[in-house]
């Protein structure tokens, strides 16, 4: 802060200055003038937050100073001292909104008081600017000063009640170490494993508008998974966990009813600051371990771990059923998946084992028939499926559905590539002197030329042209080293009726002429 003391007696000013600790008070500079005019120069030039000012001075007093100051709209906390017991001046200072009005004799004492008190009100006037200037921008912030606060609390960034009481006054948030919350993981999820955006963001508006009244009120909503978010509820005066659950209930119904979806809430009541980390990891962990339940609120505190024993199923005899019979085998994988969960043997470690063993062993029959297995896992769905298969059992059982109907497919498919692959070279090589193009292959095979083309290069390595030029200079390497058949004679046998065209394309392949290669290869007579 700034202070400017006017006075046209100089004594004054010295005894101000020498025997009051401004510095003490919270002041950086402390500005001086003898005259009304000398105050405006300064005040012109200088922010001044307190005005200390003599009433009669030569010319202009003190009160034309001050009006001055508020003709011109300035923010300055003016305090008379004077000499001058006059009614008709501390009226005159009242209308002008000074501060305070001080007699002389100075008592330094009593001044330092009064300037103290002062600089309070500096303070308070410009604590109300800032929140009429600020206020509505951190209003409209407060969502994501909220979803900073309680991502780091749950993260166990900060740690300890005080630091996050700390961080909340910082953020200009609310919260002491007396409120208490509830934390909740959220699980969302339908009939598949994908849930679209649009129902993402109407559920979070739900949850929001559900969860605020006289028991809770939704202080922030953060994702943690693409199925599962932290919900942070503040308890009011009026929360109960009965009233809690009848929330969760009218949240259930909405979301069967406008999102065909259900969700399961994971909860932990009476959180402080201090236990806000802990209590989330609970939380989460009730969450991740519980596959079984459906539209359930489960409290956390009372969600107890399990240890489950994990039974293969009998993965030879699905190996098997892979390639033969996909209804067959999707109704063992049901009946494994059911009769564990009815065994109460089904938790996260059995699912995730469960996921693994069936991943190899759909990787061993790739790999027997040499199968490429990562173009079967590039499919976007797949990632989708994958990543929600470990949220319950019904999300698993949709998982299978998906991946054995898919591979069983892919399966298919390779082995019918190959069948046609096959065919269109065996008829390549029995009729290499006649005309074949990739359209006259397709017909053949009864497919697309693209897309037996496609499937032809992935098979063999080479497209349908290079693979029948290839054909073809192999052949003529044959007859010409078997044979006494004229070049000319061989280069039609081979399906080039242009010999200088076949000799070229002789020469490219092998590095000789045609003739050159029967030298070099004709056994000795």
């Avoid at 100051?69 to 003016?78: A, E, G």
């Avoid at 402080?272 to 939380?283: E, G, P």
């Avoid at 769905?381 to 999300?395: A, C, I, N, T």
């Avoid at 299978?400 to 497919?409: D, G, I, P, S």
Wanted: charged share 25%.
């Amino acid at each position: 802060m700034n202070l400017l003391v006017v006075d046209d007696e100089y004594e004054i000013i010295a005894g101000m200055t020498q025997f009051i600790n401004f510095e003490k008070l919270g002041f950086k500079n402390v500005f001086t003038a003898q005259s009304a005019q000398q105050a405006r120069d300064i005040i012109l030039n200088s922010h001044i937050d307190i005005l200390l000012t003599d009433i009669e001075m030569p010319l202009e007093s003190g009160l034309d100073l001050l009006r001055w100051v508020r003709d011109s709209r300035l923010d300055i906390v003016t305090l008379f001292c004077t000499g001058y017991p006059s009614f008709d001046y501390a009226q005159k200072a009242l209308e002008l909104h000074s501060f305070d009005y001080y007699l002389k004799p100075i008592d330094y004492k009593e001044l330092t008081k009064r300037i103290e008190s002062a600089a309070q009100e500096v303070q308070r006037i410009r604590a109300a600017q800032n929140l009429q200037k600020y206020g509505s921008m951190w209003l409209l912030s407060r969502e994501d000063y909220q979803f900073s606060f309680w991502h780091r609390a749950i993260a166990g960034s900060v740690s300890g009640g005080k630091e996050l009481t700390d961080l909340s006054r910082a953020s200009l948030l609310s919260y002491t170490a007396e409120d208490r919350f509830t934390l909740c993981v959220v699980m969302l999820a339908d009939d598949r494993n994908f849930i679209e955006p649009w129902k993402k963001y109407a559920f979070k508006n739900m949850t929001a508008e559900i969860f605020s009244n006289d028991v809770v009120h939704t202080e922030s909503i953060l994702p943690l998974t693409a199925f599962t978010w932290c919900v942070v509820f503040r308890e009011e005066a009026a929360y109960t966990e009965d009233g809690f659950l009848k929330c969760f209930s009218g949240l259930s119904l909405s979301v069967r009813i406008h999102l065909s979806a259900y969700v399961n809430f994971y909860y932990s009541a009476g959180c402080t600051l201090d236990s806000v980390y802990q209590d989330f990891k609970r939380t989460e962990e009730a969450c991740g371990e519980d596959v079984v339940n459906r539209q359930k609120a489960v409290d956390a505190r009372r969600f107890q771990k399990k240890e489950y024993e994990y039974i293969p199923p009998e993965l030879y005899r699905w190996q098997a059923l892979l390639t033969r019979d996909s209804n067959l085998l999707l109704k063992e994988a049901r009946r494994y998946l059911d009769e564990r969960r009815a065994a109460g043997q089904m938790g996260l470690p059995v699912l995730k084992a469960f996921r693994v063993d069936v991943m190899q062993m759909i990787h061993d029959v790739l790999s027997a028939r040499q199968i490429d297995r990562h173009t079967l896992y590039l499919d976007e769905q797949f990632h989708e499926m994958y990543e929600g298969s470990l949220m319950s059992v019904y999300h698993m059982e949709r998982y299978m559905e998906y991946l054995l109907r898919h591979t069983m497919q892919y399966i298919s498919k390779y082995e019918q590539s190959r069948s046609v692959v096959g065919k269109v070279q065996e008829y390549i090589g029995s009729h290499l002197s006649e005309k074949i193009t990739r359209t006259s292959m397709a017909k053949l095979v009864f497919m697309n030329s693209d897309y037996l083309a496609r499937i032809f290069k992935k098979e063999t390595g080479l497209s349908l042209g290079e693979y029948l030029q290839v054909r073809r200079i192999e052949e003529a390497k044959r007859q010409l080293a078997q044979t006494d058949i004229p070049v000319s004679v061989i280069s039609q046998n081979v399906g080039y009726d242009n010999f200088s065209y076949f000799s070229y394309l002789f020469h490219e392949r092998t590095g000789m002429t045609p003739v050159e290669y029967r030298k070099t290869h004709m056994p000795a007579s």
